[in-house]
Nanobody, 122 residues
Framework: QVQLVESGGGLVQAGGSLTLSCAVS????????MGWYRQAPGKEREFVGV????????YYTDSVRGRFIISRDNAKNMVSLHANSLKFEDTGVYYC???????????????WGQGTQVTVSS
């Protein structure tokens, strides 16, 4: 089992920055990659980016590439999403998720956090 707890959400003006954190606990040795997803009101959950747990290799969706950076700290069992140049359309609930293996980028995530709200004011 893997447990995930997100934090760091809040209200930020357009153009600003925010860092989200995901505390990882449990069987961290089984993790292949950690992903971030988001869900805007009335929309389906969408992929934001992912980082491999051991090597730190990253992949991002086009809409955030160049603005968002995902990092991980294996010693602290923490994954962070550094969101810069935020836009109104970045508003949503952000979730971190753990993938135990498979393709790259992963298509399946076995564990999910509860989510943290990010609101970008225009």
């Amino acid at each position: 089992q893997v447990q995930l707890v997100e934090s760091g959400g809040g209200l930020v003006q357009a153009g600003g920055s925010l860092t989200l954190s995901c505390a990882v606990s449990g069987r961290t040795s089984s993790i292949y990659a950690m992903g971030w997803y988001r869900q805007a009101p009335g929309k389906e959950r969408e992929f934001v980016g992912v980082v491999t747990w051991t090597t730190g290799f990253t992949y991002y969706t086009d809409s955030v590439r160049g603005r968002f950076i995902i990092s991980r700290d294996n010693a602290k069992n923490m994954v962070s999403l550094h969101a810069n140049s935020l836009k109104f359309e970045d508003t949503g609930v952000y979730y971190c998720a753990a993938s135990l293996g498979g393709s790259w980028p992963p298509l399946k995530y076995e564990y999910w956090g509860q989510g943290t709200q990010v609101t970008v004011s225009s």
